[in-house]
Structure formats: structure tokens, C-alpha cells
């Protein structure tokens, strides 16, 4: 079965510092990735995505994130934090459920984002 | 447009009441999923319609039940619930069920159960 594994509960940077959060995943074929973040009581907004092609993704608010075959991982970028990054990031991977044939991603456990000024 | 929109945003409700929570989405797309969330966790799959049709039932107890009227629209139909049941519900859809995926979340309903 598939997983998710985000070994960072909580990460504390300052503004303007770079930021990389862990992804690591498990995935007997080939994964489609996921990051979503989700600022407290809302929903989850969709950072970027991996389906295939170049490993090196670039998603919005100057986020990216990089592929890793060969260490199952998937992590989260950014150089520059601003306050507002604050919030909850998830990473998923999707996999096929149901005879039906949808890709439903399973999550991580999250990581919470601290920024300080 | 890659708005899902649900009603209401807060719901207090009696362990006696019904109640339901509407998810509503105009992009075209042809599958549509209900999740629960807990504080802290991650969203946790409740139920998944593919062509208004149920197609996973994530072993939900029964006092929640999905209607899908028609493309656009999800409903959560809430009957007897537990304190436990408090939590955030998120909807979401994605473009047909299938390969590549991606799924767009509605902001959630909270629910409060006393």
C-alpha cells in the first residue's frame, strides 16, 4: 500500500531565510506527488504537482519541489519565507483506489510552518 | 474557474438533529470526494463519486449519507451524529476519475456536534 511519510512535525524558520521541507513516499509504481498547503480553518490549496517529466517542478507562490527516484522523496522549496507562508503543508501521493479507477492521494501527516520576523 | 464552494462554513448541531453540508463545483468535472479532517491530522477519505455514481465508501458509518443530484453538486446528509464526529469537512473534485488527477478542495464546513 501507499504512504506518505513527512518526518517534520513542526519547522521554525525566520523571514526571508530558505526553506525545504521533507516528503518521503511509498509506491510500488510510479507516483503522482503532491504538495497542498492549508492555512488554519480553511481548505487545502494545491502548492504543485508531479506526474511525470522534468523532476524539478515549479509550482505557485515561488514554491518547487524535486523528485527523487532513487530516494523516494519528493521535498519542498522555497529561498525566500515570507510571514505568510505560515500554515500546514501536506504531501500526497495519488494512488489508484476502486474499481473505478480514481487516483485518490493518501497524505502525509503534515509539517506546520513557524515563521518568525 | 477552480472554485469549489461549500455551505454552510459553520454548523452547530444536536447528537438528535439532521442536517446537511452542500459542496457545489462548476468546472466540468466528474468526480467529486467527501473528507473528514481532525486537528492537527490529515483529511482522511469518507466517500468518492465518479459520473454522480458512489464509487469508494471509505467504511463511513451510516449516520452520513452522500447524495450526488447531479454534476456539479455533492451533499453530506447528517443524521444522529457523535461529539466525535466534530470536525472539519472538506469537499473536493477532481476532472474525471482516472489518471492524473488533481484534486481542488472546497474552504470546508467546521461542524460542531454537542
Known amino acids: 500500500a501507499q504512504s506518505v511519510t513527512q518526518p517534520d512535525i513542526h519547522i521554525t524558520v525566520s523571514e526571508g531565510a530558505s526553506l525545504e521541507l521533507r516528503c518521503n513516499y511509498s509506491?510500488?509504481?510510479?507516483?503522482?506527488l503532491f504538495w497542498y498547503v492549508q492555512s488554519p480553518g480553511q481548505g487545502l490549496q494545491l502548492l504543485l504537482k508531479?506526474?511525470?517529466?522534468?523532476?524539478l517542478v515549479q509550482g505557485i507562490k515561488g514554491f518547487e519541489a524535486e523528485f527523487k527516484r532513487s530516494q523516494s522523496s519528493f521535498n519542498l522549496r522555497k529561498p525566500s519565507v515570507h510571514w505568510s507562508d505560515a500554515a500546514e503543508y501536506f504531501c500526497?501521493?495519488?494512488?489508484?483506489?476502486?474499481?473505478?479507477?480514481?487516483?485518490?492521494?493518501?497524505f502525509g501527516r503534515g509539517t506546520s510552518l513557524i515563521v518568525h520576523p | 474557474d477552480t472554485e469549489v464552494t461549500q455551505t454552510p462554513k459553520h454548523l452547530v448541531m444536536g447528537m438528535t438533529n439532521k442536517k446537511s453540508l452542500k459542496c457545489e463545483q462548476h468546472?466540468?468535472?466528474?468526480?467529486m470526494y467527501w473528507y473528514k479532517q481532525k486537528a492537527k491530522k490529515p483529511p482522511e477519505l469518507m466517500f468518492v463519486?465518479?459520473?454522480?455514481?458512489?464509487?469508494i465508501n471509505e467504511s463511513v458509518p451510516s449516520r452520513f449519507s452522500p447524495e450526488c443530484p447531479n454534476s456539479s453538486l455533492l451533499n453530506l446528509h447528517l443524521h444522529a451524529l457523535q461529539p466525535e464526529d466534530s470536525a472539519l469537512y472538506l469537499c473536493?473534485?477532481?476532472?474525471?476519475?482516472?489518471?492524473?488527477?488533481?484534486?481542488?478542495f472546497g474552504p470546508g464546513t467546521r461542524l460542531l456536534v454537542l
Open positions: 463519486y465518479s459520473y454522480e455514481k458512489l464509487s
Open positions: 473536493a473534485s477532481s476532472q474525471a476519475p482516472g489518471v492524473q488527477e488533481t484534486q481542488y
Open positions: 509506491y510500488g509504481a510510479t507516483p503522482y
Open positions: 468546472m466540468g468535472h466528474r468526480a
Open positions: 508531479y506526474f511525470s517529466g522534468d523532476t
Open positions: 500526497a501521493v495519488g494512488a489508484l483506489l476502486g474499481a473505478g479507477g480514481s487516483y485518490i492521494p493518501t
